[in-house]
């Protein structure tokens, strides 16, 4: 690095004299270079050694012996904080990762599923698409129980009435667990429900209707 100052030399050797700022500004210039930064830690290694700075000192200070009860308690709540603080800023807020899935049918008196789609439909009339969306599913499904495709359960899930329905009718397998992920993720709300939403539910309920199931090979042969 470039000596700056009073009483610099040039490069042949004669001296110079350069006033005070233009030298302390030059340096400074110099000491921007990044060159000069390539190994400084980073913000976030900064801020968490600043963090475990922290807790150094007030570890120190709840193992001093003039540290009473009282005292000791809180600084081990601010560890705590601290901690928690840190934490959280390097990973992020945790996620719940593995949750419980929704049930379907969560009213005490069973309905029909023309019940289910008149309150679809008039939750689609007031704009309250999450509701539509859900009756919507619970007509589908409890449709297929009044075919006999499926069993009334009323602690089934919608994706076990898809895996379920799926076996009767495998050509709409694959729409009936999309359907059970829509309606998982508006039930818990990780998604908003639209117009879109119920229209693809209500299509699919309306395409059930019109599949006639398949028959396991040992039902046909009996037929």
């Known amino acids: 690095m470039p000596i700056w100052g009073e009483g610099a030399l040039l ?15 030059a340096a400074r210039d110099e000491l921007l270079n990044p060159v000069y930064h390539q190994n400084d830690p980073s913000i976030l290694q900064r801020a968490i050694d600043w963090i475990w700075h ?17 005292t000791g308690l809180i600084v081990f709540a601010l560890v705590a904080v601290l901690i928690a603080a840190g934490v959280w800023w390097r990973l992020g807020a945790p996620r719940r990762e593995a949750r419980t899935a929704a049930l ?18 008039q939750h689609a009339d007031a704009g309250r698409w999450s ?49 059970a992920r829509l309606f998982d993720d508006i039930a818990y709300g990780d998604r908003a429900a639209d117009q879109s939403a119920y229209q693809l539910i209500g299509d699919l309920d309306q395409a059930l209707e019109r599949t006639r199931p398949t028959l396991s090979p040992a039902l046909d042969g009996a037929a």
């Open 54 to 70: 922290q807790l150094d000192n007030a570890l120190a200070t709840v193992g001093s012996t003039g540290t009473n009860g009282t």
């Open 131 to 179: 509701e539509a969306v859900r009756e919507r599913m619970r007509a589908l499904v409890r449709a297929l129980e009044e075919r006999t495709l499926l069993d009334p359960r009323p602690g089934r899930t919608a994706a076990e009435a898809a895996t379920e329905a799926g076996r009767a009718l495998p050509a709409q397998a694959a729409a009936l667990h999309a359907a």
């Open 104 to 121: 379907l049918f969560d009213d005490q008196l069973p309905r029909t599923a023309a019940q289910y789609r008149a309150d679809a439909q």
């Open 11 to 25: 490069a042949g050797g004669a001296p110079v004299t350069v006033p005070r700022d233009p030298a302390r500004d």
